[in-house]
């Protein structure tokens, strides 16, 4: 009598253990492709937690730099009225301009990886954070450049304006004291022709100084309005400079 061609007393036929090893073989190499799209699958998650995290805390230090730069200007804000005091803010402004300089690169890459984040992954609940993130990032820098540009743009006129208004004012006050005591001299006038004749000689010649002096004096007085014209002085300047 013939045995079944699956086995012969109790053991396996090569075809039989050529099925078992493939399916073992399937089994396995199943079982290492899976995983290593685990692994793989981890590292890239792991790889963008670390981001995440890395870019949130880089936001986080820039906005607090950003707004410590809001609350410099903002000490900035009084405008002086002496020429040192001025060249001082200058000084102090160039140094925020520099500072904004050396800084755009680092947060227009991180604005860049924010806005990388929210296109990637759109649907994850941090997307709110990093976009409210990117926007006040966005909006403290683009004031924090504004502003120091157009505050360097006044300080430099006012520079200019208290130089000339300081300049013209010590050399006019005391011309104006020596020809007061010129006038005083000079007396009531006289009935004698040759006496009147010379009051008129030297009241020619000092009218004849004023006319050199004028250039002067005008631009003593538009020196004055530009500085008194700044919105951001303060009252005593505006009449310190109006008393002299």
Request: aromatic share 4%.
């Amino acid at each position: 009598v013939g045995m079944p061609a699956a086995s012969t007393n109790g053991y396996h036929t090569c075809k039989d253990l050529t099925e078992i090893q493939c399916s073992v073989s399937d089994v396995n190499q199943g079982y290492e492709n899976l995983g290593a799209l685990l692994k793989d699958r981890e590292k890239q998650l792991g790889t963008v937690i670390d981001q995440m995290c890395k870019v949130e805390e880089e936001a986080s230090l820039i906005l607090k730099w950003l707004e410590q730069k809001e609350q410099t200007l903002s000490a900035l804000n009084a405008s002086p009225s002496k020429t040192e005091a001025v060249k001082v803010q200058v000084d102090q402004n160039k140094a925020l301009i520099s500072d904004l300089e050396q800084n755009a690169e680092k947060v227009q890459k991180l604005k860049e990886t924010l806005h990388s984040l929210l296109q990637n992954h759109p649907d994850s609940p941090e997307a709110e954070k990093w976009k409210t993130m990117l926007e006040e990032i966005g909006s403290k820098w683009t004031y924090a450049n504004q502003v120091t540009a157009e505050r360097q743009q006044k300080l430099e006129k006012s520079v200019g304006h208290l130089t000339t208004f300081q300049t013209a004012e010590a050399q006019l006050n005391p011309w104006l004291t020596e020809k007061e005591l010129m006038m005083s001299v000079l007396g009531p006038l006289s009935i004698d022709p040759n006496m009147l004749n010379a009051q008129k000689q030297q009241v020619q010649f000092m009218l004849k100084e004023f006319e050199t002096r004028r250039p002067q004096y005008e631009q003593l007085n538009q020196s004055a309005e530009g500085i008194l014209s700044s919105p951001e002085d303060i009252s005593h300047s505006c009449s310190q400079i109006q008393d002299q």
